[in-house]
T-cell receptor, first 117, second 116 residues
């Protein structure tokens, strides 16, 4: 979805490096999420934010931190990257007041493929 | 623990056939059940969703069947086409979408391949 953008799209880094993945959205949604996708494990929630002042841990937050700089921007940081953080990372947004019964719909960005060597 | 379990893990279907993917959930507080479709190199996108006040919802060739007593729901793709080849995720969340309830619990995903 072009309304949710992620940068970079691909990143290769080394163990111990600090990495920031960025997400921007033009949908005007208050709620934003970070997921990681691993083969055979599906999508797992790392962090989520329901507004600029709200940050919540998901099911796998260890080793990650986030920053909600504005309604439109939500960044994910790996303070000291390790190889098992190699994965595909997705940002998503939602609007609880969505019309047509789609209030729970989440809109995903194109993903960032991160490789930690 | 896996709150939503999908089966089978992968599926190969002939063009024109029916693809069926099953999903089971544990949390009886869930009352919103979507299926997301993901093509290679793309993020997942909502395909179809159901709430437990109905047992079936159909949108074009895609149908969700819901069995509340069994805590199961399934996706049926009728007249499967090669363009339907993708990964399909079932998910569940609470409703209304207040804080804490809008979190989606995803299944592990099923890869569906439709061969010509």
């Amino acid at each position: 979805d072009a309304d949710v953008t992620q940068t970079p799209r691909n990143r290769i880094t080394k163990t111990g490096k600090r990495i920031m993945l960025e997400c921007s959205q033009t949908k005007g949604h208050d709620r934003m999420y970070w997921y990681r996708q691993d083969p055979g494990l599906g999508l797992r929630l790392i962090y989520y934010s329901f507004d600029v002042k709200d940050i919540n841990k998901g099911e796998i937050s260890d080793g990650y931190s986030v920053s909600r700089q504005a309604q439109a921007k939500f960044s994910l940081s790996l303070e000291s990257a390790i190889p098992n953080q190699t994965a595909l990372y997705f940002c998503a947004t939602s609007d609880p007041s969505g019309a047509g019964g789609r209030s729970n719909e989440q809109f995903f960005g194109p993903g960032t493929r991160l490789t930690v060597l | 623990q896996q709150q939503v379990k999908q089966s089978p893990q992968s599926l190969i279907v002939q063009k024109g056939g029916i693809s069926i993917i099953n999903c089971a959930y544990e949390n009886t507080a869930f009352d919103y059940f979507p299926w997301y479709q993901q093509f290679p190199g793309k993020g997942p996108a909502l395909l179809i969703a159901i709430r437990p006040d109905v047992s079936e919802k159909k949108e074009g060739r895609f149908t969700i069947s819901f069995n509340k007593s069994a805590k199961q729901f399934s996706l049926h793709i009728m007249d499967s086409q090669p363009g339907d080849s993708a990964t399909y995720f079932c998910a569940a969340s609470g409703n209304p979408p207040t804080a804490g309830n809008n979190r989606l619990a995803f299944g592990k995903g099923n890869q569906v391949v439709v061969i010509p």
